[in-house]
Structure formats: C-alpha cells, structure tokens
C-alpha cells in the first residue's frame, strides 16, 4: 500500500492558489482511478482507490500547509506504513511552471508543508513529485505569490504539469521510483 499526499490549503480561499498543486494531483488522481467517495480521517480527506494490484490511499491534509506533517504522520500511523510507502505531491519555487521532479529524500528547500512532514516523521525518506510554479515576481514575497492563482498562461502549463504527476505516481506505483524518474524528470 502507498499513501498518495498532496500538499495545499483546505477552503475555497485557496483553492486555485499556486500552493494547491499538490491537492489538484489527488484529485485529478482520484478521478483517473474512480476512487471511493473521501472520507475526513487523521485530520485528511482520505479515498482509496487501486493501481493496478496496489492499494492506494488519496489524501489531502486538512490541516493547511504549514503543519502537513501533524496530518501526515497520523495517517502513516493509521495505515501502519513507513515513510518510504509516502509519496507527496507539492509546488516547487525553484523549477519552472510546469515541470516535474521526482525523487526520494533530500531537505525542505525552504517549503515549509515539507519541512512540515520531515520534522513529523523524523524521516526525510520518502518519495517526492514537486511541481515547477517558478519564482515570484522581484517586488512580491514568496508567501503572497504561492497563494495567488497562476496567470492564464502559466494555468495551461500547470494543468498539463497535474495530468504528468499523476501519471508519474501512477508510474512510481507500477514500476518503481528509478522508471518513474526517468521517464519524468
């Protein structure tokens, strides 16, 4: 068993925010692999769903990006799974729009939903899909610009970056981390 978690804020406020990427690629996920109506579990929206024989739990934490970790580590708990089952979907500043990286381990690079689930599980083992948002314009903080919605040129870039990453995680699930990253990265 996996558990699929995408990084983002709860509440309509945010919901078409740059930041909100990694809650877009459970969605569309779960949409992909009809996956059961989400039901609120460890402070998450959770739906399980299958890929291929591999049972997959969908979740997005409910407890806003800053304390991810707090939700994170109840559902690791809850599922009796060790971080290296972990796959967690978030927005990166340091690509750009639209690209993915995929990878195990490494730090937070600043992301504070990550530092968030690293310092929860006292494990930065787990596997990672970052999504490419780019950096903010010269004259705007990095917090404002996450949590603004794309312009219309980067949401297309973005869109086709949510159908990549989730076919990405599929790929994970399937075949391994090493073909997944290859293929996408």
Same mark, same amino acid.
């Given at each position: 068993?996996?558990?699929?978690?995408?990084?983002?804020?709860?509440?309509?406020r945010?919901e078409?925010s740059?930041?909100?990427? +990694? #809650?877009?690629?459970?969605?569309f996920?779960a949409?992909?692999l009809?996956?059961e @109506?989400?039901?609120? @579990?460890c402070?998450? &929206?959770?739906a399980s769903?299958?890929?291929?024989? %591999? $049972?997959?739990?969908?979740?997005?934490?409910?407890?806003?990006?800053? @304390?991810?970790?707090l939700?994170?580590? $109840?559902? /690791?708990? #809850?599922?009796?799974? !060790?971080?290296d089952?972990l796959i967690?979907?978030?927005?990166?500043?340091?690509?750009?729009? +639209?690209?993915?990286?995929i990878r195990?381990?490494?730090?937070s690079?600043?992301?504070? +939903?990550? $530092?968030?689930v690293?310092e929860?599980?006292q494990?930065?083992? #787990?596997?990672?899909?970052?999504?490419?948002? +780019?950096?903010p314009p *010269?004259?705007m *903080?990095?917090?404002?610009y996450v949590?603004?919605?794309p312009?219309?040129e %980067?949401?297309?870039? /973005?869109? *086709?970056?949510v159908? @990549?990453?989730? %076919?990405a995680?599929q790929?994970?699930?399937r $075949?391994? &981390?090493? !073909?997944?990253?290859n &293929?996408y990265?």
């Amino acid at each position: 068993m996996y558990l699929i978690v995408g990084l983002g804020n709860p509440g309509p406020r945010y919901e078409g925010s740059r930041h909100n990427l +990694g #809650f877009r690629v459970v969605e569309f996920l779960a949409g992909l692999l009809k996956a059961e @109506r989400p039901t609120q @579990r460890c402070r998450s &929206l959770c739906a399980s769903a299958w890929i291929s024989q %591999e $049972q997959v739990i969908l979740a997005q934490p409910l407890t806003y990006m800053n @304390r991810s970790g707090l939700a994170v580590a $109840q559902l /690791l708990r #809850f599922y009796a799974l !060790t971080p290296d089952r972990l796959i967690l979907i978030f927005d990166d500043l340091d690509l750009k729009p +639209g690209t993915i990286r995929i990878r195990a381990g490494g730090g937070s690079a600043g992301h504070r +939903g990550v $530092q968030s689930v690293i310092e929860s599980l006292q494990d930065a083992g #787990f596997i990672r899909v970052r999504i490419g948002i +780019g950096r903010p314009p *010269e004259n705007m *903080e990095a917090a404002d610009y996450v949590l603004e919605p794309p312009s219309p040129e %980067e949401r297309s870039l /973005l869109n *086709e970056a949510v159908a @990549r990453a989730a %076919e990405a995680v599929q790929v994970i699930v399937r $075949q391994g &981390l090493l !073909t997944a990253m290859n &293929l996408y990265n």
